[in-house]
């Protein structure tokens, strides 16, 4: 999923230098509504993960994006099986622009994050029935690297891609008994998010 999704950002930087767009307004007082996609692939979520939020440029070429998040997934495998996974969470990343561009404006950044996850996972059989639910904390710190491409005035489409310090902390019931807890931790590069913004 990386793999084409960087390519695809690349393709669209590259094309915006060949076409005319419009003017990145990336100063002091801008205001844009912003429009998150697989904004919860670190979590491991595929089918559906996005959110909605806010930019807000406080100084010239310096903007705070605040987001929340959400993804949600069920599997169903006959009768007797059936799997969900929720995921809510919120983001703050702070953003400093470079140079544009021609209609490209990148910047880089940093930003934290916190996201509730629950999974349930029930069985129902001939012989037995058992429900296993998994609740999770995850704290994330990331260094972030995008960019928005001005294809009009007020509208742009945007990628980021995120190398992150994630902790997870939860634990594990089954029929509503705790028998387990979960602590990990990681660090990485996570798959690219992609943004539609609009000023207002």
């Known amino acids: ?8 950002l690349c393709v669209v930087m590259a094309a915006s230098a060949a076409f005319a767009g419009g003017t990145p307004n990336t100063g002091m007082g801008a205001k844009q509504l ?11 979520l595929q089918p559906y993960g996005g959110g909605f ?7 010239d070429d310096t903007a705070i994006r605040g987001s929340l998040n959400f993804a949600y997934m069920k ?3 006959g009768d ?8 809510i969470g919120a983001t703050v990343v702070w953003e400093k622009y470079m140079a544009a561009i021609a209609s490209v404006a990148p910047y880089m950044g940093i930003g934290v994050g916190y996201y509730y996850t629950k999974w349930e996972e029930p069985y129902t059989g001939t012989f037995a029935e058992m429900m296993e639910e998994i609740t999770a904390n995850n704290l994330m710190v990331a260094l972030v690297a995008g960019f928005q ?7 742009s489409l945007g ?4 190398l992150s310090y994630d902790y997870i902390s939860g634990e594990t019931k089954v029929d509503g008994e705790k028998v387990g807890d979960i602590s990990s931790s990681s660090f990485g590069f996570n798959a690219a998010s992609v943004f539609f913004s609009v000023h207002y």
Do not use: C, H
């Not at 912003?34 to 491991?44: A, C, H, K, M, Q």
């Not at 007797?80 to 995921?87: A, S």
């Open 34 to 44: 912003v429009f998150e996609f697989n904004g919860l692939s670190t979590l491991g």
């Open 75 to 77: 599997d169903e495998m």
């Open 149 to 155: 491409w001005y294809f009009t005035e007020a509208i």
């Open 159 to 162: 990628g980021e891609y995120r």
């Open 1 to 8: 999923m990386r793999v084409p999704l960087l390519i695809g």
């Open 80 to 87: 007797d099986y059936e799997e969900t996974q929720t995921k």
């Open 53 to 59: 939020g806010f930019r807000y440029f406080y100084a």
